[in-house]
């Protein structure tokens, strides 16, 4: 993101991308710095939003950077981005069982041990998030710093300018958006419906530095976000049941395993309490999983009905008008070059002998 007052339109695609890619690593190191604090619950999103937005442009505008930005760091970069899911999946899903727990009734049993057991892998990740990720940021930060610096001042400016560069990209990722929505034709066509997330989301983010100098960007945005945000529910609820399945598993091979330590100890020998914890059960799990198909069928309706029936093609429309309205320079015309008239036809021109020499005369 960029403030108010700075002409980013104008400029050589290159530079343009620098300053954008430059405030976005000053946005990712500050929260970086934050996922310390385990009171900080917005630290983890507010870093993978700003590594979000820096891969995406780095990826979209990757024809005009060249080589500045090799591939192995914007590979390095997205493992590090992937690093962070587990942590944002866990606390996404725990968010999400207890906001609809009560829609199962009373008590469902399993659902205090799934809590836990969410709890446990969300702890787990964000340790591993402050112990790898944060160390590997650093490294790469400097790297994409390095990749990203400026120009001498007295460097003639290279390639496009941004406002051309966004063009290309922006009616790009429409069709990319399209095709991804056409493919999701049921709420089990998980791959599109993930796939069309990621389009939103990257259109999104090449548009968010445009608002500053094209006000009617902030509505697209606002637009894009919503439906971002309905695809990304939808993903959600996919990943969550993947994650229920598991649970179902686990819990199953953990009571097994009780019921056989419970048979080696005999019911005569004495032992120690032990500290007691939420028991497995599967019902509980099972109905949950229940509870999220329906809301995944639900959301889905939602996403045919306001979008792929609904304001889909208003959307497109009004994406491609913006990019329309970019301010890209128009390339002089030269004029042609002067041509020799032709000659008449059956006339040919003869070659102008070299001069002779007379030997004689030297």
Do not use: C
Request: aromatic share 4%; hydrophobic share 45%; net charge positive.
């Amino acid at each position: 993101m960029t403030s108010r007052g700075v002409d980013l339109l104008a400029r050589a695609a290159p530079a343009a991308v620098a300053l954008v890619g430059t405030g976005l690593l000053d946005a990712a190191r500050g929260a970086a710095g934050r996922l310390a604090d385990p009171a900080d619950v917005e630290a983890l999103h507010d870093f993978r939003v700003a590594l979000r937005r820096l891969r995406t442009l780095l990826r979209s505008f990757r024809d005009e950077l060249g080589p500045a930005v090799p591939k192995k760091l914007q590979r390095r970069l997205r493992d590090l981005a992937r690093a962070t899911n587990p942590g944002r999946d866990a606390e996404v899903q725990l968010a999400w069982v207890r906001a609809h727990r009560a829609e199962l009734g009373q008590r469902p049993a399993g659902l205090p041990w799934l809590l836990a057991r969410l709890d446990d892998h969300r702890l787990r990740a964000y340790e591993a998030v402050r112990r790898e990720v944060t160390h590997e940021f650093r490294q790469l930060e400097r790297r994409t710093r390095r990749a990203l610096a400026p120009p001498p001042a007295d460097a003639a400016p290279r390639g496009p300018t941004f406002a051309a560069a966004a063009v290309r990209v922006i009616r790009a990722q429409v069709v990319d958006l399209e095709r991804e929505l056409a493919a999701a034709q049921a709420a089990r066509d998980e791959e599109a419906i993930h796939a069309a997330r990621i389009a939103a989301k990257r259109l999104r983010y090449v548009i968010e530095p445009l608002a500053a100098e094209v006000p009617q960007a902030t509505t697209t945005i606002d637009q894009l976000k919503q439906l971002q945000d309905l695809l990304g529910e939808l993903h959600d609820l996919s990943v969550l049941t993947g994650e229920l399945g598991d649970a179902v598993a686990e819990a199953a091979a953990e009571r097994a395993r009780g019921l056989h330590a419970q048979a080696l100890r005999g019911p005569a020998r004495s032992r120690p309490t032990a500290p007691r914890r939420a028991p497995p059960g599967s019902a509980g799990l099972l109905a949950l999983a229940r509870l999220a198909a329906e809301w995944h069928e639900r959301l889905f309706q939602r996403l045919v009905t306001e979008w792929l029936d609904g304001a889909l093609p208003a959307l497109v429309q009004a994406v491609m008008a913006l990019a329309d309205a970019l301010p890209v320079p128009v390339a002089p015309v030269l004029p042609l070059p002067r041509r020799e008239p032709r000659p008449a036809a059956g006339v040919r021109h003869r070659r102008h002998a070299p001069p002779t020499v007379d030997r004689d005369a030297q």
